[in-house]
């Protein structure tokens, strides 16, 4: 039969996607989410959904957006870490051995997570962002008791970046051959990492909280960025202030 929708997760969130009809706006279309239930279509016509969940659901941290005729559907999952076989109750369900993958998939999630960062040109070479990522890495695996392992993907052409991660402790793992596909260009890219063991040497730093901006306050998929006049960085799991 035709797909209705298309989905994916994490450990906190069920992620729907639905192809709408051409030139179909938010105001002409409904989506209800409750704890067990999902209703959503064109006012005035069947809906497209109609079902019971898979398993309860968060509906104060649940959301719709609707952009370019794809409608993103976000569950958040009452329990979080649950590995759902199909957001839909009884339908499209994943067999055993794709549950198994993942399930191990999402445990993979809880224990690794990535680090991105940027500075203003206005800025480089002042070691600004050596000593926020000596602080962001120190935090986040305080924050994250379950955190193994931090890594960074960085342009093999990115040298400075690369200074960066090796004066914080990161060991350079190796090269990713083709890799990222930035402006048009499919690049090698360079693997980074950390391990919860390797951060005794970091030292205690002194923070200035300075001109934060949270460019979302919304749950999102993706990292969320912090913004100063001085360095923006990003992570799923902790924000960043200016260090000075």
């Known amino acids: ?44 016509n069947p809906p497209f959904l109609n079902h019971d969940l898979t398993s309860p659901v968060k509906t104060d941290s649940s959301f719709w957006t609707l952009e370019d005729d794809i409608m ?15 957001p839909i109750l009884g339908q499209g369900q994943l067999d055993a051995y794709s549950t198994d993958l993942e399930q191990k998939r999402l445990m993979l999630q809880r224990f690794q997570e990535e680090i991105g960062y940027a500075i203003a040109a206005n800025y480089w070479g002042q070691g600004i962002c050596t000593k926020a990522v000596k602080v962001a890495v120190s935090q986040v695996f305080k924050d994250i008791p379950d955190l193994v392992r931090l890594q960074a993907f960085v342009s093999v052409e990115n040298q400075a970046s690369q200074r960066v991660l090796e004066k914080v402790g990161f060991l350079r793992e190796g090269i990713l051959r083709k890799f990222s596909y930035v402006k048009g260009r499919v ?35 993706g990292p969320l960025w912090v913004e100063s006049d001085q360095i923006d960085l990003c992570h799923r799991s902790f924000y960043l202030p200016t260090v000075r």
Do not use: M
């Not at 992620?15 to 209800?32: D, E, G, M, R, W």
């Not at 993103?72 to 199909?86: E, P, V, Y």
């Not at 980074?192 to 998929?221: A, C, M, R, Y």
């Open 187 to 221: 690049k090698d890219v360079a693997l980074f990492s950390l391990l919860s063991g390797d951060t005794h040497s970091l030292q205690t730093q002194v923070l200035i909280f300075h001109k934060l901006n949270l460019v979302e306050t919304v749950p999102i998929q």
């Open 72 to 86: 993103h559907i976000t569950l958040n999952k009452r329990d979080k870490g649950q590995t759902w076989a199909s």
């Open 1 to 44: 039969g035709q797909k209705v929708f298309e989905w994916d997760q994490t450990l906190d969130e069920v992620n729907i996607y639905i192809n709408l009809p051409p030139k179909v706006n938010s105001k002409q279309f409904y989506c209800k989410i409750q704890s067990k239930h999902i209703e959503l279509g064109i006012k005035g």
